[in-house]
């Protein structure tokens, strides 16, 4: 190993980071609106739609408003060149919940929460000929107006839907400075088929071919020799022995489960204590990560073609002797860093984060490894029981999915987790992004890593090796995961409960297949029969 990365520097912060990367197992899923069971009767069949609300103060468009449409009352365009502009008034009472004092003909009516039932109001204004009514919540979210038990046979005409209140406030505040505000409604539908999901594939899966690819993409020659000496140590001796410049740490069965479990305490202090402190700390740690992940690629990728480089060094105070092009290489990376931390907020900072996650894990892919499938066994079974609980089953212990809340960030500062990747879905009228966590690209990453070596070392062709089967099943389990989001109307989902049986399960069925299941369990093992009578592996 060349002396430009200081060892304990990054092994210490490697490690680091990837136990705080283990809570973000699928919990950065995209996460849309969902439907509550309500009352459904006559009139009250309707779907619950995200509404935008276009407004113009004084003739002057304004940014627009975002609302939830009502169980009843009439539908809305789908675009707004079909949709018509009326001025809004508010009604008075304000609650809407008596007769209207006046007619609010050629108007949407505008009426604050108050105590009576959704469907009281709508009747209400629209008996006063109000051409839609917005509904002011008196908090930021958007609630679901459903219908009564006594509203069996409901026949509301107009369009009904409910604005947060500080959109209510904003138009307050136009009109009570007696200025002309005008409105306009119409409720877009995201397309079918996210094209953007499917960028967001290809950077996860090219993320693990790339990191379990790096030494033969890096410096194939010393990649050959390495993989010939193992694979006559393994014939030889039954044993693994790794290049002692090389800062591997290979996890054994005991750490597999207290890493879930390690993973599972900081999610529930997440859950409990999460505040904009808390994440500015993640975001720190991501940013110190991400910064030795590219100083680590860039420099592998320029002491490929020019070794030379990389030999004239400097002794610096802390850090110690360190090559001049490292330097130059820290100094760009930590300008990087700070860049984005700074842009951390803005609507381009999902490139940098990118950039950043994807250089972390490759470089943490190579340091972290498994050594044979028991170990990869324990630790995939155990990420698949906790990315269910954390999404699916901590609703009934917690009454909320801790997993989704945690990936939602700490909402009173607009902070977010950042161990995730992201991407803009640029044809999608709503915004918003897709995402996906670090923990479903790494704990994959992983096994396929270890196909990977396994293959080289065995010298297989790729078709009858386990590499190219595993990647092939990483990326169905992620499409299986997107299908998952859609057929749940974009309800978060946990990613490895797809992708575990797609990687691991096809893993240990090639290798039931081919006879070689044994060999995968204790692979790397010293004494290959004591290890096979103390351990056994499964019966199939």
Known sequence: MSSFDPPNHRYSALVLILLLLGFSVAAADDVSWTEDSSLESPGCTNKFQMVKVLNWVDGVEGDFLTGLTAQFGAAL???????????????????????????????????????????????????????????????????????????????????????????????????????SVELLLYAPKRPVV???????????????????????????????????????????????????????LDISVTGAVFFIVTASIFLLLLFYFMSSWFVWVLT????????????????????????????????????????????????????????????????????????????????ALQVVRLPNIKVATVLLCCAFVYDIFWVFISPLIFHESVMIVVAQGDSSSGESIPMLLRIPRFFDPWGGYDMIGFGDILFPGLLISFASRYDKIKKRVISNGYFLW??????????????????????????????????????????????????????????????????PMPVA
């Open 77 to 179: 365009p789908s675009a707004a060149d079909q949709s018509l502009r009326f001025p809004a008034a508010f009604v008075d009472p304000l609650d809407s919940c008596s007769n209207l004092s006046s007619r609010l003909d050629g108007h949407i009516a505008l009426s604050i929460r108050g105590n009576c039932a959704f469907t009281e109001k709508a009747k209400h204004a629209e008996a006063a000929g109000a051409s839609a009514l917005l509904v002011i919540n008196d908090k930021e979210d958007l609630d679901e107006m459903g219908c009564m038990e006594k509203d069996t046979s409901l026949n509301v005409s107009i369009p009904v839907l409910m604005i947060s209140k500080s959109s209510g406030d904003a138009l307050n505040k136009s009109m009570v400075d007696n200025k």
């Open 194 to 248: 996210d094209l953007t999901a499917g960028l967001l594939l290809l950077m996860a899966v090219g993320t693990v071919v790339v990191a379990s690819l790096w030494s033969e993409l890096t410096d194939p020659d010393q990649a050959n020799e390495s993989y010939s000496i193992l694979a006559k140590e393994i014939s030889s001796a039954g044993t693994r022995k790794d290049d002692p410049e090389k800062e591997i």
């Open 284 to 363: 720190i740690f991501f940013c110190i990560g991400g910064m030795q992940g590219m100083h680590n690629i860039i420099m592998a990728v320029i002491l490929r073609k020019c070794r030379h480089l990389g030999r004239k060094s400097v002794k610096l105070p802390l850090l110690g002797t360190m090559s001049v092009l490292s330097l130059l290489v820290n100094i760009v990376c930590l300008a990087f860093a700070v860049f984005w931390f700074i842009k951390r907020h803005t609507s381009y900072s999902w490139v940098g984060q990118d950039i950043l996650g994807i250089c972390l894990m490759i470089t």
């Open 470 to 535: 595993l990647t092939i099943g990483y990326g169905i389990g992620l499409l299986l995961t997107y299908l998952g989001l859609y057929l749940m109307d974009g309800h978060g989902q946990p990613a490895l409960l797809y992708i575990v049986p797609c990687t691991l399960g096809l893993a240990v069925i090639l290798g039931l297949v081919r006879g070689e299941l044994k060999e995968l369990w204790n692979y790397g093992c010293e004494e290959s029969e004591s290890h096979t009578t103390e351990d």
